[in-house]
């Protein structure tokens, strides 16, 4: 089993900045390609970004595509979403997953196996 706890989330002025970050728990961690995805209320949970296992591919979701950057520190057991020029459709939910093994798919949160509990991100003037 693995643990995953988002933090990072927060208010915020449209075109800020925020980090996110989660923290995963479990000794296969580094073998994981991870995820965030957002939802907003009454919205289905989108698909943010990807990072697979060695950090060497990321996928990123039409909405966020060259405002946000996912990172990963196998070492820190984390992986971060960077948001910058936030914008107020950005507010959501914020949610990292993780995914055991390579399976083809990415976008749906049928895919991943394990989720945090989510961070709240609020962008507003």
């Known amino acids: 089993q693995v643990q995953l706890v988002n933090s990072g989330g927060g208010l915020v002025q449209p075109g800020g900045s925020l980090r996110l970050s989660c923290a995963a728990s479990g000794r296969t961690f580094s073998n994981y390609a991870m995820a965030w995805f957002r939802q907003a209320p009454g919205q289905e949970r989108e698909f943010v970004a990807r990072?697979?296992?060695?950090?060497?591919?990321?996928f990123y979701g039409d909405s966020v595509k060259g405002r946000f950057t996912i990172s990963r520190d196998n070492a820190k057991n984390t992986v971060y979403l960077q948001m910058n020029s936030l914008k107020p459709e950005d507010t959501a939910v914020y949610y990292c997953a993780a995914q055991r093994s390579y399976s083809g798919r990415y976008f749906s949160p049928s895919d991943y196996d394990y989720w945090g509990q989510g961070t709240q991100v609020t962008v507003s003037s």
């Open positions: 990072i697979n296992w060695t950090g060497s591919t990321t």
